[in-house]
Nanobody, 122 residues
């Protein structure tokens, strides 16, 4: 069974950090580009970051550049999103997804996780 499972979300104060994990089962993550998306209440889902499969290139939305870092550990079949200097506007449900190549269009992604809630609040 092909599955992506996110973890690591929670409640954090502004300026704090969280590390999200995206673990795959039923397929090998290193053959796929892995993207992180987020959706805040009342807003459309948006791309946050992506890491390609072939060359490990990374991509970030302007809103998170310099604060978030995406990485992959192929031995653990897991991709991470390190989030630092968190802001209240980062509050959202965060999803990871797998595709052939990195894309901002979520319909390009074949597999999705169930999401993990990140809340940034004092």
């Amino acid at each position: 069974q092909v599955q992506l499972v996110e973890s690591g979300g929670g409640l954090v104060q502004p300026g704090g950090s969280l590390r999200l994990s995206c673990a795959a089962s039923g397929f090998t993550l290193d053959y796929y580009a892995i993207g992180w998306f987020r959706q805040a209440p009342g807003k459309e889902r948006e791309g946050v970051s992506c890491i390609s499969s072939s060359d490990g290139n990374t991509y970030y939305a302007d809103s998170v550049k310099g604060r978030f870092t995406i990485s992959r550990d192929n031995a653990k079949n897991t991709v991470y999103l390190q989030m630092n200097s968190l802001k209240p506007e980062d509050t959202a449900v965060y999803y990871c997804a797998a595709a052939d190549i990195c894309s901002n269009y979520d319909d390009e992604y074949d597999y999705w996780g169930q999401g993990t809630q990140v809340t940034v609040s004092s």
